[in-house]
């Protein structure tokens, strides 16, 4: 069971390049998101979905593209990437039900993003 | 909007002591979720303990235990008998409804022989 898997786990960017980090889970949850962790910040949610076909915006989602087309995939673009944007990106997964919020939250390993 | 706040950046403790780590968290829900997660070196993130809020019990996983306060609304870890693998970041984390998972800053544990 292969649960959330990030790719890739480790880039090297230029200023103005694009990339896309994409995120697949295999346990058919409605929920998927995207989080930033950066020094002394904690983990801050960039965008999330709440089923396929559909994206909203988190707390930073500026300089960030999503989306959702198949259920178990879902895209984090950087349309031209900066220095500020230099983080550890995490995706998560949980199923949705009648009360989504105590059902377990599952993670990725990371994807380690350096701009220079 | 919820928020999380955990005050200790970072503490430490010797191996086979008890140590707490804080956290308050702001919300104007009723019916709500608390977890701690611990990220070690390798930064994988790992649910140690969960809290509903509905329940007045107390949460325990072996060595890790909560104190929840829902009036005050804190939530702080005990973690006893610390062992050298729990030195990691802890961060605090909230959730309810449809809503999605808040985390605080974190706490970098540091556990010394």
């Known amino acids: 069971n292969a649960g959330v898997t990030q790719t890739p786990k480790f880039r090297v960017l230029k200023t103005g390049q694009s990339m896309t980090l994409l995120c697949a889970q295999d346990?058919?949850?409605?929920?998927m998101y995207w989080y930033r962790q950066d020094p002394g910040m904690g983990l801050r949610l960039i965008h999330y979905?709440?089923?396929?076909?559909?994206?909203a915006k988190g707390e930073v989602p500026d300089g960030y593209n999503v989306s959702r087309l198949k259920k178990q995939n879902f895209l984090l673009g950087l349309e031209s990437a900066a220095p500020s944007q230099t983080s550890v990106y995490f995706c998560?997964?949980?199923?949705?039900?009648?009360?989504?919020?105590?059902?377990?939250?599952?993670f990725g390993e990371g994807s380690w993003l350096t701009v220079v | 909007a919820q928020t999380v706040t955990q005050s200790q950046p970072e503490m430490s403790v010797q191996e086979a002591e008890t140590v707490t780590l804080s956290c308050t968290y702001d919300?104007?829900?009723?019916?709500?979720?608390l977890f701690w997660y611990k990220q070690p070196p390798s930064r994988q993130m790992i649910l140690v303990i969960r809290?509903?809020?509905?329940?007045?019990q107390n949460a325990t996983e072996n060595r890790f235990s909560v104190n929840f306060q829902k009036a005050a609304k804190s939530f702080s870890l005990k973690i006893s008998d610390s062992q050298l693998g729990d030195t990691a970041m802890y961060f605090c984390?909230?959730?309810?409804?449809?809503?999605?998972?808040?985390f605080g800053k974190g706490t970098m544990l540091l556990v010394s022989p």
């Open positions: 919300t104007s829900e009723n019916n709500y979720y």
């Open positions: 984390a909230f959730t309810s409804g449809y809503s999605t998972l808040t």
């Open positions: 979905s709440v089923g396929e076909g559909t994206t």
């Open positions: 346990m058919n949850h409605e929920y």
């Open positions: 998560a997964s949980r199923e949705a039900g009648t009360d989504p919020s105590g059902n377990t939250i599952y």
């Open positions: 809290q509903e809020a509905y329940k007045q």
